[in-house]
């Protein structure tokens, strides 16, 4: 079975984001030499991507550890109300890089990037302390394997 995607790429979109996934460093000018097309052809494919919402921006890769983050967390948060708005407060936490709505035996998961023990702490506690949060469970990272952005994915070809 085929999943519908709501943009049909071809052969050259699907190059764009490859090499846009590896980095999107450089001119319009040097990606498109390395993809063997013109920069206006370049430049066009790009926008239509990001109009669709293929590619939703564009940033730096940032090392928190090297930053002074020396505690990153996973929290699994289990709710009883309203979980979209927990969700919503639990975002708008300094030290929350993202948060994920899950299947499973917790309704969404935190991941955390903190200073010091004392602000994890301060954290999960702000979430506890969140009207409709039930109960969390903390999970301290200890290395990262594999990071999220090393992901470069694989595009099928459409039919």
């Given amino acids: 079975m085929t999943k519908r995607r709501d943009y049909a790429m071809d052969d050259l979109d699907r190059r764009i984001v490859l090499e846009m996934s590896m980095s999107s460093q450089g ?8 993809l063997g097309v013109h920069p206006t052809t370049l430049i066009q494919r790009v926008k239509s991507l990001e109009e669709h919402g293929v590619i939703r921006g564009y940033r730096a890769i940032i090392d928190y550890h ?3 983050f020396e505690y ?6 289990y709710v009883e109300g309203d979980l979209i708005a927990i969700q919503e407060s639990i975002r708008e ?3 929350v890089v993202a948060v994920y ?13 903190c200073r010091d023990r004392d602000e994890l702490s301060m954290v999960v ?8 949060v039930k109960k969390t469970n903390t999970y301290i990272i200890l290395n990262v394997i594999k ?3 090393d992901f470069i994915p694989e595009l ?4």
Avoid at 27 to 34: C, G
Avoid at 156 to 159: A, L, T
């Fill in 125 to 132: 506690k702000q979430m506890l302390g969140i009207p409709g």
């Fill in 147 to 149: 990071d999220p952005f």
């Fill in 27 to 34: 001119s319009f000018r040097q990606i498109a030499k390395r």
């Fill in 66 to 68: 090297k930053l002074g």
């Fill in 72 to 77: 990153m967390a996973l929290v699994h948060i």
């Fill in 101 to 113: 709505d899950v299947t499973g035996e917790c309704d969404s998961i935190a991941l955390l990037a």
């Fill in 93 to 95: 936490r300094e030290s």
């Fill in 156 to 159: 099928p070809m459409d039919e």
